[in-house]
């Protein structure tokens, strides 16, 4: 009996220890979006400092979330003009709203290892509900020993929703699209269960 009492109790610490933390490996990370330019190309851009951590729970993805935050002033598009013009308050307004965020509030299986990842993103200080189409690779040991994994999610996202209105009509129609595409491909690097930040 004392040893059932003892498995009863330890039961819910070993179904927190199913969630395993993985931490955002900056350096490896890009988060890329793209744009329509004059209607009749696409444009390509990335935010250069993206930060966060993933929790991922297999066995119960109620327990799994991700939190992710980009550095808006990190904006990158091989063009200092139109750079500055994006940070500027005609865009991402960055001295006023520094940040990008998504917190997630759902992780569901899409089947295989895709998931589909529900939450609240927020940027120039507006949340909208967004969905991510995410996929995971399998662990893998890295040169230091660390264990790595990498993750991949896209979304689409209407610029206007979150007050990004700037434009210019040409003859063949705006300057810039209203629809975004977003991707994020990021290296995971597992937390150690001594709670130590690992080397990358």
């Not at 660390?146 to 003859?171: D, F, H, I, P, S």
């Not at 300057?175 to 990021?186: K, S, T």
């Amino acid at each position: 009996m004392k040893r059932l009492a003892l498995a009863v109790l330890l039961l819910p610490s070993l179904a927190l220890a199913e969630a395993a933390t993985w931490n955002i490996d900056p350096s490896h990370t890009q988060a890329t979006f793209t744009v329509r330019h004059m209607v009749i190309s696409n444009v390509k851009g990335e935010f250069q400092s993206t930060k966060g951590v993933v929790k991922i729970d297999d066995k119960d993805l109620a327990k799994s979330m991700v939190d992710v935050t980009i550095d808006a002033a990190s904006i990158h598009t091989r063009e200092d003009k139109r750079d500055a013009h994006l940070r500027s308050p005609d865009f991402f307004d960055v001295e006023r709203y520094p940040t990008i965020t998504f917190k997630s509030t759902k992780v569901e299986k899409a089947g295989g290892d895709r998931y589909k990842v529900t939450g609240d993103l927020t940027m120039h200080g507006v949340t909208k509900p967004v969905v991510l189409d995410a996929a995971l690779t399998p662990e893998v040991k890295g040169m230091m020993g660390e264990v790595r994994r990498g993750a991949q999610a896209t979304t689409r996202v209407n610029r206007q929703e979150y007050g990004l209105k700037w434009n210019k009509m040409l003859e063949a129609g705006p300057l810039v699209g209203d629809d975004v595409a977003i991707e994020i491909n990021a290296e995971l690097i597992k937390a150690p269960a001594d709670g130590k930040t690992a080397r990358n």
